[in-house]
């Protein structure tokens, strides 16, 4: 299984994300909404998004979808609080959240390899 962490400024933006994307995967896929600070207000937290990548353990890839640059810089951030197994299986990828995420979502049932992910998500724009 990959797991999927969705980080925006907003919580409402990855909710909702997170609801479409398992109404069309299922539970085939771990989404994770880590937007928002954790307490309602607008922005980010690497705390809480390295809290949500550590519920992650049992997933073969991890992938991190942002939104604006400091949602990107906190998942950064995030990354260096993470322990080396699950650092090593993390990747932040570059590419629009809810297309990004949809598609890696998808793709995922297709075929899970991180290489087939990948690659797929170079389509998306």
Do not use: W
């Amino acid at each position: 299984m990959i797991s999927i962490v969705l980080v925006s400024h907003s919580q409402k933006i990855t909710e909702g994300l997170q609801e479409m994307i398992v109404e069309m995967v299922g539970d085939t896929v771990h989404i994770i909404s880590s937007g928002g600070t954790g307490d309602g207000r607008l922005g980010t937290n690497a705390l809480m998004i390295a809290d949500n990548i550590a519920t992650c353990t049992n997933s073969e890839h991890i992938y991190i979808f942002c939104d604006i640059g400091s949602a990107i810089l906190s998942a950064e951030t995030a990354l260096e609080l993470l322990d080396t197994e699950l650092l090593e299986k993390t990747t932040i990828i570059d590419a629009p959240l809810v297309e990004g995420a949809f598609t890696a979502a998808v793709q995922s049932l297709v075929n899970p390899s991180k290489e087939a992910i990948l690659q797929e998500l170079t389509n998306v724009h």
